[in-house]
């Protein structure tokens, strides 16, 4: 079956960094995306890995290893206003995305 | 440029009523998409159209339906509303689909009772 494990929430101080894991398992694979989404809004877009590595975009990084199903999200210098859930999710063969149930990140002073 | 809109924010119906979530984006995307988003679980899709005039179904199609008329516009309908089908509701558009990333709308929440 298809499944996306990503922890429920995880809890960090501001100005520090954190790492939110993903591990996917789908029919097919055509890229993993990572999305934010604040209480009560829409999920917004952060990234796009399809090639194993480390893509880089201001104090957020995203990084996959094809062979291992897995995926990070690094955020770096956290602010408050960086709390929010976040969204892993692993498009298949079929271009469809599945999504895992999401990460709520609780930011502290 | 609104991007994508939908209507209503939040709904109340009661089980058995008919339903219509609307959906349209300005953005001229080719692919939309129907996700609904419950508490504990990730964003499920229900119906996508990779192009005006053609649909397709997705993990949880039932009891669900919808039109592409055009390219702006995305309905889905819910024919007899039962209470599972309480949750939020995403509309989503992609230039082309595919890889293409998705941009979501600001969702409808709705409550059958």
């Known amino acids: 079956g298809q499944n996306i494990d990503q922890p429920t929430e995880m809890t960090a101080t501001e100005g520090a960094i954190v790492q939110i894991n993903c591990t996917y398992q789908?029919?097919?694979?055509?890229?993993l995306f990572w999305y934010q989404q604040h209480a009560g809004e829409a999920p917004t877009f952060l990234s796009y890995n399809v090639l194993d590595g480390l893509e880089e975009k201001g104090r957020f990084s995203s990084f996959l290893s094809r062979s291992k199903g897995y995926s990070y999200l690094l955020l770096k210098e956290l602010q408050m206003k960086d709390s929010a859930s976040y969204l892993c999710a692993s498009m298949d063969s079929n271009y469809q995305l599945i999504w895992g149930a999401g990460t709520k990140l609780i930011i502290k002073p | 440029i609104a991007g994508i809109t939908q209507a209503p924010t939040s709904q109340i119906l009661a089980a058995g009523r008919r339903m219509t979530l609307r959906c349209t984006q300005d953005?001229?995307?080719?692919?939309m998409y129907w996700y609904r988003q419950d508490l504990g679980l990730g964003l499920r899709l229900i119906h996508y159209s990779n192009t005006a005039g053609t649909t397709g179904k997705g993990e949880v199609p039932d009891g669900y339906s919808v039109s592409r008329a055009n390219t702006d516009d995305f309905p889905l309908t819910l024919a007899s509303a039962v209470p599972s089908q309480t949750s939020v509701y995403f509309c989503?558009?992609?230039?082309?689909?595919?890889?293409?990333?998705?941009?979501f709308g600001p969702g409808t929440r709705l409550t059958v009772l």
């Open positions: 953005m001229r995307h080719n692919a």
């Open positions: 989503a558009s992609a230039q082309a689909g595919g890889t293409d990333t998705q941009y």
């Open positions: 789908t029919s097919g694979f055509n890229g």
